[in-house]
């Protein structure tokens, strides 16, 4: 009770001023986005997993999950390096916002590209299935349109975000329900996610224009993509190894199984899992430009904010696993049917993989404020070669609970154990386990 007590003394001054309220705004504006994500997406999800049967589920995720590893690349890892020259106003926004929405354009391209050859390569007869990686891929392109998203983060303007997906939610949530009902196929339903993406970005676009303060002209700046790419190639790639360890699960069960039903179970669970993440992802995107800022005034403040936002996202995330280990068996049951049952224990993995995967989206921040972002090259590439060693190991004889128990291994492995190893960043695993054991763990001054 007493170290209770001395915790929420240490934290009172950051919780209790005008700072603090902001991000409980700005959070509460992204968790409302996010509540309405998460009941559409149940259901959505539930009646096409029913719909297509776990095989065809399977396949559609197939694609999602080869696509989704360019699209992490086609990012160019600007997120975060763009909100922090937003905040710190390095360059004129218009500059700044610009040059990242080409740099994700001309990305976007040539990677479509790259995956429509790439599937063509690994399933050379499944005519179907290259036409859903096509339409898929197409998102890369038209997803560049959410930069603004970065001047959303950098302004904390959460409120106007969270309205405009609130509206697309419900549209393309209506939109997915009436493949269900018209008899639709993979194609259709494929076709849905560019319609979402499309209206989120162009939404996005022009609520922009109207409420921007900053009138600077859009400019593309040539010297400052130089800049920002010659900061950005390590989260590019770490980008692509973070994507890598989450999904190449899901592309090693398809590719190593001989059919996709094994997959769609194992999708339908991390579906569930993942549903919860806009929680912890709201603080960490609150958290951000306040972490971006306590890092250029005050040291003790700094690390406190780190160490905050370490806690809440480790008991958040802990809260919720406990749920699941209780309810996982209806969950299943209720919302996908008897012949996915079996995802119910690998649910129960998966949603303590989400764990380690918050603290790790934590974590990021931390190490951009401390230049530190060489090393998430490292702790990625520690997490995929586990990941990739076990599902080689484990998914012949465990199929998808094997691929659960590897994507554990991998989490536990990038965001815990490999920064313990070095110097610099050890502190950063130390502040993490404490997060996890307060009052147990602690922090030598020096």
């Known amino acids: ?214 009138r600077t002209h859009w400019i593309l700046n040539f010297s400052y993509a130089r800049e920002i790419m010659s900061k950005s190639w390590s989260l590019i790639l770490s980008g692509l190894m973070v994507t890598l360890y989450m999904r190449v699960d899901q592309v090693m069960l398809g590719s190593m199984l001989p059919d996709k039903a094994e997959l769609g179970v194992f999708s339908a669970a991390v579906r569930i899992a993942e549903m919860w993440y806009f929680v912890p992802m709201a603080v960490i995107v609150s958290f951000k430009p306040i972490i971006i800022k306590n890092k250029n005034v005050d040291q003790q403040s700094y690390l406190k904010s780190v160490q905050l936002l370490y806690t809440i996202v480790a008991w958040m995330s802990i809260g919720f696993g406990l749920i699941i280990l209780l309810l996982s068996k209806p969950i299943i049951k209720v919302l996908f049917g008897a012949d996915y049952l079996s995802a119910a224990s690998i649910l129960v993995i998966s949603v303590w993989a989400g764990t380690f995967a918050m603290l790790g989206s934590a974590r990021s921040i931390w190490l951009i404020c401390e230049g530190l972002q060489k090393f998430t090259i490292t702790y990625t590439l520690g997490g995929l070669v586990v990941n990739i060693l076990l599902n080689i190991l484990l998914i012949p004889q465990y199929g998808a609970y094997g691929a659960a128990i590897a994507t554990l291994a991998s989490q536990l492995t990038a965001n815990v154990v490999v920064l313990a190893f070095f110097k610099k960043t050890r502190k950063s695993s130390i502040m993490i386990l404490k997060s996890l054991f307060p009052g147990i763990v602690r922090i030598k001054k020096d």
């Open 1 to 214: 009770m007493n170290i209770r007590k001395r915790h929420l003394e240490k934290y009172r001054s950051l919780l209790s001023n005008d700072i603090a309220n902001k991000i409980m705004q700005n959070s509460t504006w992204l968790i409302s986005d996010k509540v309405v994500n998460l009941i559409t997406g149940v259901i959505v999800t539930a009646a096409i997993a029913r719909y297509f049967g776990p095989d065809l589920f399977g396949q559609f995720n197939y694609a999602l999950a080869l696509v989704t590893l360019f699209t992490a690349f086609s990012a160019l890892g600007l997120e975060t390096l763009t909100v922090k020259n937003l905040v710190n106003k390095e360059y004129d926004e218009g500059t700044i916002l610009c040059t990242s929405l080409v740099l994700r354009v001309i990305g976007g391209i040539v990677l479509t590209i790259i995956a429509a050859i790439a599937i063509k390569i690994i399933e050379p007869a499944n005519v179907n299935l290259h036409i859903i990686v096509y339409i898929l891929s197409f998102t890369m392109v038209v997803r560049s349109m959410e930069v603004i998203e970065y001047w959303i983060q950098a302004h904390q303007r959460s409120k106007v975000s969270s309205i405009i997906r609130i509206s697309v939610y419900i549209i393309t949530a209506i939109l997915k329900l009436m493949v269900v009902v018209f008899g639709g196929s993979l194609v259709h339903f494929s076709l849905v996610y560019v319609v979402d993406v499309a209206i989120t970005g162009l939404a996005l676009i022009i609520v922009y224009f109207k409420i921007r303060q900053d």
